[in-house]
């Protein structure tokens, strides 16, 4: 058994604990139906270090055919990939990243566009203009479905023991990662994704999320107790955190530090000028 592969599946016992890992022993949910799956999705974390070796042959088109699984807007699969091992090209993608060392460490690194080019070419091709194209509304569609086929082969990585961590720092500087892999116009790296075998240190714990009372809602919305159940997730992502030797900060601060400072945006806050230099129009 690798270390990503789940400590437990199947049994009640293993539901209450991986629902333990992933709350908090104070936070556990009365989840019902169980099984193998689940229990997989719950065992997810990112994983920030890499063994070089190298993955099993057929191994990214495997990942892209769970990819193309996912579900996408009225079939339009508004995305592209493109799989990148050339050390040479990691590298630049990991100092666009803010020297992310992982992203030279992995194997695989995935770089998932939000890619309306190919529709633009169907116009073109067809000779009919898409009035549909220079809206806000088509570049969320294919962003949105650019992120499913992400994940679809983040659990499908993970259900072969391969560990990923997304790169959202792709967008630091979209302009310099299109021109690195020959993006055309109407196409943007929405998220990267590292994907290798995990080495011991590289995978951490799964990391506890906000009590379930805070994210789902039951027929209204309603955040009445929403300060009293950030406070426990507070005391129990500072005891994560000390666990893990990361700064013992409450998620609370983590908040306050993320989106606080203009600056903790890297660039991304000139998001919407680059995208229109590459050719994305906001109607
Ligand atoms: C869209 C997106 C972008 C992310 N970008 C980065 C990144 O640039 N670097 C990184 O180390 N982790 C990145 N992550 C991973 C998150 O930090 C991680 O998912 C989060 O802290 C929760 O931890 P877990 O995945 O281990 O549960 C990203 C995750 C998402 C969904």
């Not at 789940?6 to 333990?20: E, I, N």
């Not at 993608?93 to 529709?119: T, Y």
């Not at 650019?146 to 659990?155: E, P, R, T, Y």
């Not at 023991?161 to 116009?185: F, H, K, Q, S, W």
Request: hydrophobic share 40%; aromatic share 6%.
């Amino acid at each position: 058994m690798d270390s990503l592969t789940p400590h437990a599946r199947g049994t009640d016992l293993d539901k209450t604990a991986a629902l333990a890992r992933r709350y908090g022993a104070d936070a556990i949910p009365p989840a019902g139906p169980w099984n193998d799956t689940i229990a997989l999705l719950l065992e997810h974390r990112s994983v920030r270090g890499y063994k070089p070796d190298p993955l099993p042959a057929g191994t990214v088109e495997t990942l892209i055919a769970a990819a193309q699984s996912a579900a996408t807007s009225s079939n339009m699969q508004w995305w592209s990939a493109v799989a990148i091992t050339d050390p040479a090209k990691k590298k630049v993608l990991a100092e666009i990243a803010g020297g992310q060392k992982h992203i030279e460490q992995c194997p695989l690194f995935i770089a998932w566009v939000a890619d309306m080019s190919r529709n633009a070419r169907i116009s073109q091709a067809e000779k009919t203009e898409f009035e549909c194209m220079p809206y806000l509304e088509t570049f969320m569609v294919a962003a949105i479905d650019a992120a499913l086929a992400a994940q679809n082969a983040v659990v499908a990585a993970q259900s072969l023991g391969l560990g990923t961590v997304y790169i959202g720092a792709m967008r630091n500087d979209p302009v310099r990662v299109a021109e690195l892999l020959g993006l055309p116009p109407q196409a943007v790296v929405v998220v990267g994704l590292c994907v290798g075998h995990a080495t011991e240190k590289g995978v951490g714990e799964v990391k506890p999320r906000l009590p379930q009372a805070t994210v789902l809602h039951v027929e209204h919305y309603d955040s009445t107790h929403e300060a009293a159940e950030r406070q426990t997730y507070d005391t129990e992502m500072t005891k994560f955190s000390q666990r893990n030797e990361m700064q013992a900060a409450t998620w609370t601060q983590r908040v306050l530090g993320r989106l606080g400072p203009i600056k903790s945006m890297g660039g991304r806050e000139k998001m919407r000028a680059a995208l229109e230099k590459m050719g994305f129009e906001f109607r």
